[in-house]
């Protein structure tokens, strides 16, 4: 019946399009309403917010994306089949129409009431979440969104905004002007420069040129459901490992939960190609792969997520604490979690600023392992996530070359990851080994790096250069209200005891001592890397995030 774009997905047809039983849809009645149709009546559309739910008892709907040559067929849902994919969970603007093609009889649930039955049916839930899921990794891999990106592989900001697209599980259509002649003389016609690619078309409509990935996400309306007058039980800062499990912990236990992400869900181990240590994920598990679980997770409880915004300040002398955005707006909640995590330190280096995006990366995914592919790399950097890249990109370069500054791989890398590097013939290790020159026109073509023991240079023709050197938390924006140590790392519970760390701070307000991942401020957690004294696992990150929502409760409590 369908014309589903992607059969690489386990049984679509039943897993993917399943057909209610009389007695799921005899349960389904009671939230909705009964909805007599037309042929040819359209019921929603690309664009819509707070789309119902649908349930199909007789007749047939089609549903379908329009596109430049008109509409592509995705799929028809016949008696016992039901609409929706992710964007029923999330609350973000819909990608579809949905038109019937013969008059019949729908159940019809509101997108509240629908979101109430999720929480409460479990049966029901699995069904629907697994259906959604397979929806929309279908509509990714055919490249069926409400977006065409249309780039170039020299240009950093495409390289950017692909990124941010396919981490937040966006699917897209890409158009690679290096191949497409054809678009490439669309451009020319409407004028459009260099400097304006990559060119984005939202909604069919709208060109954005060049956009930073906030303009990208607020016009595709990734934020549309979010109301930013309410006060928060809890606003949670950062949705990396720790703010995803406070998410999924606290709306699940009833608490109303925003999360605020300055670019992607997923945080550093979204930039991991594969974690092999979490528990439960024996074959190991892709950090884009753990972030895109957690999030449905978090949003099937109820949880908000806002992307593409940063918080740039904490008003905290005042309750309820406010947390100010980039865009100048501001949102208030009775507790704030802090899971900002830590951000790519960047070494000292000529020129590095000039090829990133061009030959210089901070994430070894598989966008960049295709970049590279049947090409030598390096991957600089000693510790776990440098070993992590080196073995990743193994698989698709030619040769890897990690060059680390010390005499030896971190003592903090684990063992099964050391064996893995030097077993490997395809990686080739150098200790005391730095980068000190980078030379391209437009693009990064030679690298030169000197050994330190022997005061050797060596100048090479390699284009690819993935940094990897570890990370330091972004905390400037706190400093004045949350006691931090030398580093930057936000201090909590007992280590506080004596201290206020590095620059002023408000006095502890209460008789009580802060609780364990409290900071110096009642009411305001951190959790995962961020935190002095964190120990860099998702593990652990994951338990912190479930603990704060604990404390949380206890603080909301005592208001
Ligand atoms: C390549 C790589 C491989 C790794 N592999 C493993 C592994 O195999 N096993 C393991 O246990 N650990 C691994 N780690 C470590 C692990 O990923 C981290 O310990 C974990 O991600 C920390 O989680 P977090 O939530 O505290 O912070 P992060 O993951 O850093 O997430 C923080 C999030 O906050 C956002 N953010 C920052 N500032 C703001 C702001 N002002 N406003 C809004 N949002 C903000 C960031 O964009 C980010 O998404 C790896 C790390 C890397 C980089």
Redesign the pocket.
Known sequence: MSTWPVPSVPDPRTQAFPVLTAVQIGRLRSWGKLRKVKPGEVLFQPGDTDVPFFVVLSGNMEIVQPDITGERAIVMHGPGEFTGELTMISGQRCLVRARMTEAGELIEISADDFRSLVARDAELSEIFMRAFILRRLALITAGYGDAILMGSRHSANTLRLREFLSRNAYPYTYVDLDQDKTSQELLDRFAVELEDVPVVICHGSTVLRNPSPQQLADCLGFNVNIDTSQVRDVII?????????AAVYAASEGLDALV???????????????????LGFPTGVS?QELAARAIAQAQKFGAKMMVG????RLNCGRRPYQVVLDNDSAVAARAIII??????NKPRIENLKKFEGQGIYY??TYIESQLCENEDVIVVGGG???G??AVFLSQTARKVYMLVRSQSLSETM?RYLIQRITENPAIELHYNTEIVGLEGDTRLEQVAWRNSATGETSTHAIRHVFI?TG?SP?TA?LKGCLALDDKGFILTGRDLDGTNGTAPVPAWPLSRRPQMLETSLPGVFA?????SG?????????G??AIAVHLVHRTLAEM
């Open positions: 800062v950062g949705a990396g490992p720790s703010g995803l499990a605020i992400e300055n670019n992607a869900p997923g945080g550093q181990a979204g930039s991991s190609s594969k974690i092999e240590n979490y950090g915004h940063g918080v740039v899971s900002t995590g830590a951000q790519y994430g070894a776990n996530s440098a992590q890249a684990s990897m990370a972004g924006w959790v995962g890397d961020v935190r964190n120990v860099k696992r998702v593990a652990s990150a994951v912190e995030g």
